[in-house]
């Protein structure tokens, strides 16, 4: 969409370069090698890099550098950069820790320094290599998954920054006329379920990591005999309470004015009715100044009147906010108004054999994904990728096996519409933001700690930013 499109900042990636000898250009600075013989991809072959003067930088730097010469020089090619050896990854968007150890046909390429440079010369080409991980360098997305094709998924020269990401949409549209990322159960950090964590945990990072990584949309649960504010996931009790939460949106949104959220608020307790004072204690909290500006209306708001705001979306018994009607279990629900629509499948019957029924979960979530809205919808649409098979108190197929599958299918259906812009409403997730193909991570470790393996292993990083992308051209 034009208009999104002529609002999105281009964030050069070549930060470094600050003194002037190391400007990048192609003339009379050698680049690289080139390393194929592929005669299909003939491709100028500068000589080697400047590897004194990029020595002579930090790592990153260096990298950095490396990635503007490469940009500068092959302005129509894919870049990626990665690290020769596992380590931690400094940044959310630059450097990665995988190691490369062949070298495909169809790109050339020089190790220098650190760091290995690819260029890619054609449109795709196959990683032979058992690592996942996705690539955000010179403005655009890779990914790769075993065994399968790599291939340029990014919007070229778009690069946003995720912790004001509101900034580049235009704030006439109403708050459900563009995508948002969001969670699913958000404050269920698999480490403040103290019981069942595995059954009640449906996110990697809490509340605050989240927001910075780019999530808008947060779904809470509430509801205790003791605290009617009291987080929690069904049965489960979490750390914390909601006002904790809504102070976490108010320091955010105090130090990012550009940017505003839209918070779910469930009565969720089956042992006592919503108490009668419940919208009134809510709506305290919400005029003591200390726990966020609230937008309160029945209405959307327009972005702009939104911003630095919390949107309330109501799903309990009272006045305030945007009314949800989220049927129970629904694979599409439309309330009454037409205002809001949902898709809620979240416990789908398992198959004949025991496993998972993930293609139907899948094909109620593409439904959805495929009937996008125009940009400025005035229908809010809220899609759930998250469910969970609760057959007993062992539950087998956890939220996070979920995740793991819906959600690696998720970035390869987004993969179909890279070059378009889309309204996909609310997308809210379980554990967005954790690549399920990745060993490394504690949801990992737990599955297998439960006997479980995967069954669907890809990379699934960035989702949350390519979900963000759709909104740009
Ligand atoms: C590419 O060049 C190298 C070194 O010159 C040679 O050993 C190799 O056989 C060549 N590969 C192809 C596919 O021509
Ligand atoms: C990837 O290819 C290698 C070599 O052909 C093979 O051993 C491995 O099993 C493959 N991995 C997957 C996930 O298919
Ligand atoms: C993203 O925005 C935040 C907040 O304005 C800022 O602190 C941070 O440096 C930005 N990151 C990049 C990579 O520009
Ligand atoms: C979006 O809709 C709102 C409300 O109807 C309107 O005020 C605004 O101008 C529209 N924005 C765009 C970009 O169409």
Same mark, same amino acid.
């Given at each position: 969409?034009?208009?999104?499109?002529?609002?999105?900042?281009?964030?050069?990636?070549?930060?470094?370069?600050?003194?002037?000898?190391?400007?990048?250009?192609?003339?009379?600075?050698?680049?690289?090698?080139?390393?194929?013989?592929?005669?299909?991809?003939?491709?100028?072959?500068?000589?080697?890099?400047?590897?004194?003067?990029?020595?002579?930088?930090?790592?990153?730097?260096?990298?950095?550098?490396?990635?503007?010469?490469?940009?500068?020089?092959?302005?129509?090619?894919?870049?990626?950069?990665?690290?020769? @050896?596992?380590?931690?990854?400094?940044?959310?968007?630059?450097?990665?820790?995988?190691?490369?150890?062949?070298?495909?046909?169809?790109?050339?390429?020089?190790?220098?320094?650190?760091?290995?440079?690819?260029?890619?010369?054609?449109?795709?080409?196959?990683?032979?290599?058992?690592?996942?991980?996705?690539?955000?360098?010179?403005?655009?997305?890779?990914?790769?998954?075993?065994?399968?094709?790599?291939?340029?998924?990014?919007?070229?020269?778009?690069?946003?920054?995720?912790?004001?990401?509101?900034?580049?949409?235009?704030?006439?549209?109403?708050?459900?006329?563009?995508?948002?990322?969001?969670?699913?159960?958000?404050?269920?950090?698999?480490?403040?379920?103290?019981?069942?964590?595995?059954?009640?945990?449906?996110?990697?990072?809490?509340?605050?990591?989240?927001?910075?990584?780019?999530?808008? =949309?947060?779904?809470?649960?509430?509801?205790?005999?003791?605290?009617?504010?009291?987080?929690?996931?069904?049965?489960?009790?979490?750390?914390?309470?909601?006002?904790?939460?809504?102070?976490?949106?108010?320091?955010?949104?105090?130090?990012?004015?550009?940017?505003?959220?839209?918070?779910?608020?469930?009565?969720?307790?089956?042992?006592?009715?919503?108490?009668?004072? =419940?919208?009134?204690?809510? @709506?305290?909290?919400?005029?003591?100044?200390?726990?966020?500006?609230?937008?309160?209306?029945?209405?959307?708001?327009?972005?702009?009147?939104?911003?630095?705001?919390?949107?309330?979306?109501?799903?309990?018994?009272?006045?305030?906010?945007?009314?949800?009607?989220?049927?129970?279990?629904?694979?599409?629900?439309?309330?009454?108004?037409?205002?809001?629509?949902?898709?809620?499948?979240?416990?789908?019957?398992?198959?004949?054999?025991?496993?998972?029924?993930?293609?139907?979960?899948?094909?109620?979530?593409?439904?959805?994904?495929?009937?996008?809205?125009?940009?400025?919808?005035?229908?809010?649409?809220?899609?759930?990728?998250?469910?969970?098979?609760?057959?007993?108190?062992?539950?087998?197929?956890?939220?996070?096996?979920?995740?793991?599958?819906?959600?690696?299918?998720?970035?390869?259906?987004?993969?179909?519409?890279?070059?378009?812009?889309?309204?996909?409403?609310?997308?809210?997730?379980?554990?967005?933001?954790?690549?399920?193909?990745?060993?490394?991570?504690?949801?990992?470790?737990?599955?297998?700690?439960?006997?479980?393996?995967?069954?669907?292993?890809?990379?699934?990083?960035?989702?949350? @930013?390519?979900?963000?992308?759709?909104?740009?051209?």
């Amino acid at each position: 969409m034009k208009l999104l499109a002529s609002q999105v900042t281009i964030v050069p990636i070549f930060l470094l370069l600050t003194c002037a000898s190391a400007r990048p250009h192609t003339q009379g600075f050698p680049l690289l090698q080139a390393r194929s013989n592929d005669t299909a991809n003939p491709i100028s072959s500068p000589q080697g890099w400047n590897s004194a003067a990029l020595s002579a930088l930090p790592k990153i730097d260096s990298a950095h550098a490396q990635l503007s010469i490469l940009n500068s020089a092959y302005p129509s090619h894919g870049i990626f950069i990665v690290h020769d @050896e596992p380590r931690t990854v400094p940044t959310s968007n630059v450097l990665f820790n995988r190691h490369i150890s062949a070298v495909d046909p169809g790109i050339i390429w020089d190790s220098t320094y650190v760091w290995n440079s690819y260029v890619v010369s054609s449109g795709t080409f196959t990683f032979n290599k058992i690592y996942n991980q996705d690539f955000l360098l010179g403005g655009r997305y890779y990914q790769y998954q075993d065994n399968l094709t790599f291939v340029p998924i990014g919007k070229q020269n778009t690069v946003i920054n995720t912790t004001t990401w509101m900034a580049n949409i235009d704030g006439s549209l109403l708050v459900s006329g563009f995508t948002i990322p969001g969670t699913h159960d958000s404050a269920a950090q698999t480490s403040r379920v103290s019981w069942l964590p595995e059954l009640g945990g449906t996110q990697y990072s809490y509340v605050p990591d989240q927001l910075l990584k780019g999530i808008r =949309f947060f779904d809470l649960r509430v509801g205790s005999n003791s605290d009617p504010l009291k987080l929690r996931h069904g049965m489960l009790e979490l750390d914390g309470t909601a006002a904790d939460v809504f102070k976490i949106f108010q320091e955010f949104l105090a130090t990012h004015p550009s940017e505003t959220v839209l918070c779910s608020i469930k009565w969720d307790f089956d042992g006592t009715g919503q108490p009668s004072d =419940f919208e009134a204690r809510l @709506e305290g909290l919400f005029n003591d100044g200390s726990h966020g500006s609230w937008y309160t209306s029945p209405n959307l708001p327009r972005l702009d009147d939104a911003r630095g705001k919390v949107v309330l979306l109501r799903r309990y018994s009272g006045n305030l906010g945007f009314y949800m009607d989220v049927a129970n279990n629904t694979p599409d629900h439309t309330d009454s108004t037409g205002q809001f629509r949902v898709q809620d499948l979240y416990s789908p019957s398992t198959l004949s054999d025991g496993t998972p029924d993930y293609n139907t979960k899948w094909n109620t979530v593409k439904k959805f994904l495929d009937s996008h809205q125009s940009f400025n919808s005035s229908q809010l649409s809220l899609n759930f990728l998250s469910a969970v098979n609760i057959e007993g108190i062992n539950v087998l197929y956890k939220p996070a096996v979920w995740a793991n599958e819906i959600n690696a299918r998720m970035q390869t259906w987004l993969d179909t519409i890279e070059s378009q812009t889309a309204n996909l409403g609310i997308v809210a997730m379980d554990f967005p933001d954790v690549p399920g193909g990745d060993w490394n991570f504690a949801i990992k470790e737990m599955m297998a700690g439960s006997g479980q393996s995967l069954l669907h292993v890809s990379g699934q990083v960035k989702l949350i @930013e390519r979900l963000i992308l759709t909104n740009f051209a």
